[in-house]
Nanobody
Framework: QVQLVESGGGLVQAGDSLRLSCAAS????????MGWFRQAPGKEREFVAA????????YYADSVKGRFTISKDNAKNTVYLQMNTLKPEDTAVYYC????????????????????WGQGSQVTVSS
């Protein structure tokens, strides 16, 4: 059974940084791409970032490009989201997710590509 456990959220001021972590268990972590999504109150879940299973390629939403960095440590079964220069509009519940299958994809930004989700971690950025 796959489990994804997130940590690292909190309340910060605009311009601050946070790092989210997501520890995975249940199947071979190195075989699967990982993603981060977020959902603000009253809005749909949206793509934030994704990383391929070998950690060689990353993808970002335009809204976070240049400020957020996704990384994957296959030895620790953990994916990270480093968030810098946070803005109030980054306020949301952040979810890590693991792809359903181990093959390549052109659709890392789609929630349907992911079969397993963490419980979510609240990030609140005050102005």
């Amino acid at each position: 059974q796959v489990q994804l456990v997130e940590s690292g959220g909190g309340l910060v001021q605009a311009g601050d940084s946070l790092r989210l972590s997501c520890a995975a268990s249940g199947r071979a972590f190195s075989n699967f791409a990982m993603g981060w999504f977020r959902q603000a109150p009253g809005k749909e879940r949206e793509f934030v970032a994704a990383i391929t299973r070998d950690a060689e390629t990353t993808y970002y939403a335009d809204s976070v490009k240049g400020r957020f960095t996704i990384s994957k440590d296959n030895a620790k079964n953990t994916v990270y989201l480093q968030m810098n220069t946070l803005k109030p509009e980054d306020t949301a519940v952040y979810y890590c997710a693991q792809r359903r299958s181990s093959g390549r994809s052109s659709y890392y930004y789609l929630p349907r590509e992911y079969g397993y989700w963490g419980q979510g971690s609240q990030v609140t950025v005050s102005s």
